[in-house]
């Protein structure tokens, strides 16, 4: 009996899932005499005259109960909603409808049953007297006693099923208000992707307009600024975790976060008031370098070469190498050097200390996709990178030390001082490598005179023997400013197999001078770094606002795989300039012919200029043991000082570089690297 009411609990269930009906269709019923008439559990007992009614009354109750429950079932349904595209009915609305239909449906009950009960009571006395039995067969009262049993029968089945699905409704109702919270914020998430594209698409025009200016030899415009930098400031925008990045844009972040506010993006400078440039006008770079070899070098063949030679005279196949000298990588760090202009120009120390934690953590950003190892540098050797014309800003390295190898950076611009001396000691523990890396950075706004340092984290390399390198940091970062005592805290955690948290994650606070927390900061080292500013707080609870991209790493360049995944910066630092010193990197042979996959010959080049060097070494020894300490070498652009500020030794510029390029003096320089006919016989 429960089937002949199945087709009404699909239509209400339809109802509560949907908001609307689709039109009734009619459909074909069993036969009658296939449905089964049970007797009333009550025992019959003959009725009272005053209970005797005459079977017309009988017929007429049924018609007018049949048109009232016809009536129910159409409101119930929404048999009167022709649209069903336009009519929403939320899933509260409904299930409150469902539980008032619900009640009429118990009252049509209670209907059914009482004149039910008296139509089968009549029915039986027909049946009972001997004066009707001759009426039973009559087909017309034999089908309506039959009709009205089944009815009976049908009404009380419907009645249960209905009350039945209601309450399964009312127990799942909690889980179904999840789902629709779900589907919000999921409808929250896809809009702020949405109009992030956008975003997107206007950065892309504005970063094509500014390529095509470069290639004309047009002085760029305003540059190309973060990608949420439109034209309507008033958007709203959201953090969404999406592993897509864009260039100084803000993309990634987690499925229905908090909103943020746009990003502040660091805007380049003005450059036509620039004093520091040697150049006069905006160069044309470079966009790529050749594709590295398919073919990798074979560990085996390597060490059968090696077999009978001199430990010391064993060199490191340029194959395990990419085409740049670790002074070139130093200079890396000033990739988002725009941070540091960012950072002079702020109201307060607080601030700043927020963009310069995002450069600070920036400059581990492509350390997650780049294992391999850049030439060590000779000692002597130099490199210099002037991005004055275009990013207000030019450097310069040396390594001033060999044992223990010591590499000194010093950046300038017309408001700020950039500058550090980096070495390292490393732990091998087996199945990983540990670089724990030695020297404080230091920054200077010229015209506040603020003084701020930091120092950087542990490297780790995993998979030294067997497996694929993968590199992880680890530790924490203190950004100090010494003037006021206002501090930054940047925490890397280090990645675990069984932690939920984010992979390469970073967090961390900015303190004012009383210890009190200005800013949170939070992101991953290899992606992007935002802050949010602290409205109050009680101990570890804060209320912060809403956060603000600091930094987002670059767009990689496209198949970057195939040129060691160096970035749009990586890739001009080897170019060949006619103008630098002679002990530049750029004009070291080694690096230059594996860069045009002249593998074999940079590889013999390598060993004639580390064997040269050890010649040098001991050159000098002999010296110092016959002369005395004055012997020693001496760096021809740096000079050791005690900082002001900390009391460390550190290697300090001595500002000459650039006055002996623009005169093209090089007598200081030391030879270093060979001339076209001692190279042409060295390969």
């Not at 998430?189 to 997107?200: N, P």
């Not at 670089?435 to 120092?455: A, D, L, Q, R």
């Not at 987002?552 to 995944?565: A, H």
């Not at 940079?602 to 000098?620: G, S």
């Amino acid at each position: 009996m429960f089937s002949d009411c199945c087709p009404l609990v699909d239509r209400i269930k339809s109802v509560y899932y949907r908001g609307a009906v689709p039109p009734l269709t009619v459909k074909e019923v069993e036969p009658l005499d296939k449905l089964t008439i049970t007797e009333a559990a009550t025992p019959h007992r003959p009725p009272k005259p005053s209970a005797v009614v005459k079977p017309s009354h009988h017929i007429v109750s049924v018609e007018v109960l049949s048109a009232r429950g016809e009536s129910i079932l159409s409101s119930a349904i929404y048999l009167h909603v022709d649209d069903e595209e336009d009519f929403v009915v939320s899933p509260e609305t409904t299930a409150t409808a469902l539980r008032q239909k619900l009640d009429h449906l118990n009252t049509c009950q209670n209907l059914v049953n009482q004149h039910g009960l008296a139509l089968q009571q009549a029915i039986s006395q027909i049946e009972d007297s001997a004066k009707l039995k001759s009426l039973m067969k009559d087909p017309v009262i034999a089908h309506l006693i039959k009709k009205s049993a089944e009815f009976r029968v049908a009404s009380s089945s419907m009645i249960k099923a209905c009350s039945t699905f209601v309450t399964y409704a009312a127990h799942h109702e909690k889980e179904w208000q999840m789902a629709r919270e779900q589907r919000e914020r999921l409808e929250e998430t896809v809009e702020s992707l949405a109009r992030q594209h956008m975003s997107l698409e206007k950065a892309m025009t504005k970063s094509k307009r500014n390529l095509s200016d470069i290639k004309q030899d047009r002085p760029p415009g305003e540059g190309v600024v973060g990608i949420f930098d439109s034209d309507e400031e008033d958007e709203d925008f959201y953090d969404a975790m999406d592993n897509s990045e864009a260039n100084n844009g803000n993309v990634a972040a987690v499925a229905a976060a908090p909103k943020v506010e746009p990003p502040t993006a660091v805007a380049p400078l003005d450059t036509g008031k620039s004093t520091l440039s040697t150049r006069t006008t905006s160069r044309k770079r470079r966009l790529r370098i050749p594709d590295k070899p398919n073919d990798k070098a074979n560990l085996w063949n390597i060490m059968k070469n090696c077999i009978g030679k001199e430990l010391s005279k064993i060199p490191m196949p340029v194959n395990f190498n990419e085409p740049i000298s670790f002074l070139q990588r130093l200079t890396e760090d000033m990739e988002y050097g725009d941070l540091l202009t960012r950072a002079a120009e702020c109201a307060t120390v607080e601030e700043s200390l927020t963009y310069l934690s995002a450069i600070a953590v920036s400059s581990y950003a492509t350390t997650s996709c780049r294992t391999s190892k850049p030439f060590n540098p000779l000692l002597g050797e130099t490199f210099e990178y002037d991005r004055t014309d275009d990013m207000g800003w030019r450097s310069f390295a040396e390594q001033v030390s060999h044992h223990p190898p010591v590499s000194a950076l010093h950046v300038e611009h017309d408001n700020w001082i950039y500058y550090q001396d980096f070495s390292m000691t490393s732990k091998f523990r087996g199945k990983y490598l540990q670089v724990f890396p030695i020297g404080t950075t230091h920054f200077i706004v010229k015209s506040t005179g603020h003084h701020y340092t930091w120092n950087k984290v542990c490297t780790t390399v995993h998979n030294i023997i067997v497996g694929k390198l993968w590199v992880d940091q680890s530790g924490e970062i203190l950004v100090k400013e010494h003037k006021t005592g206002a501090s930054a805290r940047v925490k890397f955690h280090p990645y675990s197999y069984f932690s939920r948290e984010t992979p390469r994650r970073v967090t961390g606070s900015v303190l004012s001078p009383d210890g009190s927390p200005k800013f949170e900061l939070q992101g991953t080292w290899d992606s992007s770094m935002s802050c949010a500013e602290v409205l109050s707080s009680e101990g570890d609870n804060w209320d912060t606002a809403e956060h603000q991209t600091r930094w987002v790493k670059n767009t990689p360049l496209e198949d970057s795989d195939k040129i060691y995944n160096f970035t749009a910066m990586a890739v001009t630092l080897n170019e060949p300039d006619e103008e630098v010193a002679p002990t530049d990197a750029r004009r070291r042979p080694d690096q230059r012919l594996m860069e045009e996959q002249k593998f074999p010959a940079a590889n013999n080049m390598k060993l004639t200029l580390e064997e040269a060097q050890r010649t040098r070494r001991r050159a000098r020894e002999a010296k110092i043991a016959a002369e005395g300490p004055s012997a020693k070498y001496v760096p021809k652009w740096f000079a050791k000082r005690e900082c002001e500020i900390t009391g460390e030794e550190i290697w300090r510029f001595t500002d000459e570089y650039w006055q002996c390029k623009q005169s093209q003096t090089w007598d200081r320089c030391p030879s270093l690297y060979m001339d076209d006919e001692q190279e042409e016989d060295a390969t």
